[in-house]
Structure formats: C-alpha cells, structure tokens
C-alpha cells in the first residue's frame, strides 16, 4: 500500500531562510506525488505535483520539489521563507489501483516563519 | 468557476442530533471525496464517488454516516445519531476526469466545522 511520511510535525525558520520540508513515500509502483497547502481555516490547495515527467517540479510561491528514486523522497524547498508561507504542509501518494485519482496523506508538517 | 462550495462552514449541535453537511463540486468534475481532519488522526478519506456513484467507502468510521450523491452538482455526508467524537472539519474535494491535463488534482472546499456537544 502506498504511504507518506513527513519527518517533523512542525518547522520553524526566520524570514528569508530556507525552507525543507521533508518527505519520504513508499509505493509498490512508480508514485504520483503531490504537495497540498493549508492556510488557518481554508481547504487544502495544490503547491505542486510529480507525474513521472521531470524530476525537479515547481509550484506556485516559489516552491519546488525534486524526486529522488533512489532516496524514496519528494522534499520540498524554497530559496527565501516569506511570512505568508506560514501554513500547514501536506505530502500526498496516489493509489495507482485507483486510477491515480484516491490520495493517501501524510500527518502534515506547520510550517513556523518569524521576523 | 467557484470552486467546491461546502455548507455549512460551522454546524454546533448537541450529542444524539442528526447533522447534514453539504457539498457542490466544481462543475464538469466527474470525482467527489469526502474528507474529515482532527488532530488527533490528521487528514482520513471517508468516501469517494465517480460519476456519482460510490466507489471506496471504506473510510467511513460506522453505520451512523451516510453519504450521496444524488446528481453531478450535489452531495450530502450524514451522521445519525451524531456523537462528541465526531467533532472534526469536514471536507469536500473535486476531481476531474482522467482524460483531464488537471486529472489526479482533488480541488477542496473551505470545510465544514462540527461541534457536537
């Protein structure tokens, strides 16, 4: 069965620092890996996605994510943490027995940025 | 379009009442997932149609909910008799098609609050 894993349930960095959130999935096949976002009180929206076509993909905000076969990871990063992109971040896996369309969720990592 | 639309966005209701939360997904979407969040157990996919049709309701916790989806632009998630531990945020998501170039792309709703007391 396919599964994410998001090390850290919380990340906290100054303003104009590094972001890297981290994740690692497990699938039987190759994976559809995604990005969601959640801001306080709102729905999850897409950052970015991994269709197997180029390994390193970029999203909106200026977040990008590489795959990496052979370390089983999907981390996101951004150059330059900006105060609005404090939020919740959640690593996702499609299930392929579905058609790629049922996502699995990883517990999701707070994302903590401080003047 | 405007996008997945949710109803309520918070319900508060007493222990033993009957709660429908509702849901309008964006139009020509063929795919529907309910989804529910609390801290305790994250992010859990209850139920999930295509074309209105349920496919996975593997995820719904008991007999007590009960989801539709009578036409392409409606679905309804039920719980009866609500209880305390159901209190979470619900969500509703949307997907189109798979010959879509936005395929596999579950768009969500704001949610809905429920507080059962």
């Known amino acids: 069965a396919q599964s994410v894993t998001q090390l850290g349930s919380h990340v906290s960095v100054s303003e104009g620092a590094l972001v890297l959130l981290r994740c690692n999935y497990s699938?039987?096949?190759?994976?559809?890996l995604f990005w969601y976002v959640q801001y306080p009180n709102q729905g999850l929206q897409l950052l970015l996605k991994?269709?197997?076509?180029?390994?390193l993909v970029k999203g909106i905000n200026g977040f990008e994510a590489e795959f990496k076969k052979s370390e089983t990871s999907f981390h996101l990063t951004k150059p330059s943490a900006h105060m609005s992109d404090a939020a919740e971040y959640f690593c996702?896996?499609?299930?392929?027995?579905?058609?790629?369309?049922?996502?699995?969720f990883g517990t999701g990592t707070r994302l903590l940025v401080s003047p | 379009d405007a996008g997945v639309i949710q109803s309520p966005r918070h319900e508060v209701t007493e222990m033993g009442q009957e709660v429908t939360l509702r849901c309008k997904p964006i139009?020509?979407?063929?795919?529907l997932f309910w989804y529910r969040q609390t801290m305790m157990r994250g992010l859990e996919l209850l139920i999930y149609?295509?074309?209105?049709?349920?496919?996975?309701d593997s995820g719904m916790p008991e007999d007590r909910f009960s989801a539709k989806m009578p036409n392409a632009s409606f679905s309804t998630l039920k719980i009866q008799p609500s209880e305390p531990r159901d209190s979470a945020v619900y969500f509703c998501?949307?997907?189109?098609?798979?010959?879509?170039?936005?395929?596999?792309?579950?768009?969500f709703g704001a949610g809905t609050r429920l507080s059962v007391l």
């Open positions: 998501a949307s997907s189109p098609q798979l010959g879509s170039p936005a395929k596999n792309i579950q768009y």
């Open positions: 699938s039987s096949v190759p994976p559809y």
């Open positions: 991994y269709t197997s076509a180029a390994t």
């Open positions: 996702a896996v499609s299930d392929p027995n579905t058609g790629f369309q049922k996502l699995v």
């Open positions: 139009s020509g979407h063929d795919y």
């Open positions: 149609f295509n074309n209105n049709v349920p496919i996975d």
